[in-house]
Structure formats: C-alpha cells, structure tokens
C-alpha cells in the first residue's frame, strides 16, 4: 500500500527566515506529485506539480520554489518567509493519468509570526 | 476568479435528512470533477468522481454532472452527525486541480 509522510507536522517561523518542508511516498514508483496551500479558512489552492524527477511546474506565484531530488521526495521552499505563508500545507500524489485522483497526506501546519 | 465556484457556503440538516450541495465550474477546459470531504484541520479524502454526463450514486451519496454547464452537484441521503465536515469540489485541467472554497455542512442531531 502507498504511504505519503509530510514532515515537520507543525513549524512557527518568523518573518524572513527561511522555510523547508517535506514530502515523501512510499510504495508507488513514479508517481505525479504536487503541493497544495490552503489559508485558514481559505480556498485549497494548487502551487507545484511534478510529473518526473527533477522537473517541477509552476501553477500559483507565493514567492516560494519547490524541487524533486528524488522519485519519491518533494521539497518546498523559500529562503524569506512572510506573514501571508502561514497556512495548511498538503502534500499529494497521484498516478500519472489525468483521471487521476490525489491522494493527499496528513499535512504541515505553518504559522508565520 | 475562482474556477470553481460551491453553493452554499453552509448547510444544516437534520440527521435522516438530505443534503444536496452544487458546484459549477467556469472553466470550459476542465475534464474531470471530483468531491472530497475534509474534517477540520485534517487534509481531504476523495468521496467520489465523475467523468461522463449524467448521475453516479455510491452508497447514500449520489454526484450528477452536466458537462455542458459544467455543473455537478453532490446529495447525501439519511445524512449522519459524522458526514459534517467542508465538502470541497475540484475540477481537472490536464495536471492542475482547482478547488471551490467548500460547504460546509452540519448535521444536527
């Protein structure tokens, strides 16, 4: 069975310092995987997706990157951090189909202070 | 603007009664509709999809879609004090998901 892990699983960080959150799945290779933002009370919101390793797409401007080092590994970062990045952040995976469903991990929640 | 867009914001039921949620996307290259279910301060699970025109029932949950309107609406029969939660609807473009803002539905005892 395929598990998704997300770490840190709470972070309180001040403004301007910088960010670096964790995504990994096991037991599925090559999956799709993406990075999801949602604001308290606040629509989810797509930011990353990425089909293969080593290349990530873009879909929402936060003034933050993500990367894929590995099949299995996806990084979000940013080396300033600013009040408005405090929220729920979510991990997903999918398989490589565009009927797919995501499959979304337990989460990290980020308080910017 | 949203892509997606879900009525109502809130909904109260009564436990045993049904509760029909709606969901238009404005988006006319969107393929895919999916409703997920998220309890607070967990991430979303995926109740069910539908691809094709027309109704798909699981359960006591049945989905509907016009894909011409891109309009698919979701209703929860003999709702239970456990389906409370914000229902989220998704709509696919190629690999990007957009999600409406949700309802949030309360089923009272």
């Known amino acids: 069975a395929q598990t998704i892990h997300q770490w840190p699983v709470a972070e309180i960080k001040a403004v301007g310092s910088p960010l670096s959150l964790g995504c990994t799945i096991k037991?599925?290779?090559?999956?799709?995987l993406y990075w999801y933002w949602q604001a308290t009370g606040g629509t989810l919101q797509q930011l990353f997706y990425?089909?293969?390793?080593?290349?990530v797409e873009s879909v929402v401007q936060l003034n933050l990157s993500a990367s894929r080092p590995k099949d299995d590994q996806f990084i979000l970062s940013t080396e300033k951090l600013l009040l408005s990045h405090s929220g729920f952040y979510l991990c997903?995976?999918?398989?490589?189909?565009?009927?797919?469903?995501?499959?979304f991990g337990p989460g990290t929640r980020l308080t910017v202070l | 603007q949203q892509k997606v867009q879900q009525s109502p914001e809130s909904l109260i039921v009564p436990e045993g009664g049904m509760a029909s949620l709606n969901c238009t996307s404005s988006?006319?290259?969107?393929?895919y509709f999916w409703w997920y279910r998220q309890h607070s301060g967990k991430s979303p699970k995926m109740l069910m999809?539908?691809?094709?025109?027309g109704e798909k029932e699981e359960g006591r949950f049945t989905v509907h879609l016009n894909k011409a309107s891109l309009h698919t609406s979701l209703h929860i029969r003999d709702s239970q004090p456990s389906d409370s939660a914000l229902y989220l609807c998704?709509?696919?473009?190629?690999?990007?998901?957009?999600f409406g803002s949700g309802t949030k539905l309360t089923v009272e005892p």
């Open positions: 997903a995976w999918s398989l490589n189909r565009g009927d797919a469903e995501q499959f």
């Open positions: 037991g599925k290779s090559s999956p799709n």
């Open positions: 990425s089909i293969t390793v080593g290349q």
């Open positions: 988006d006319r290259n969107v393929d």
């Open positions: 999809s539908i691809f094709s025109n």
């Open positions: 998704a709509a696919a473009n190629y690999n990007v998901l957009y």
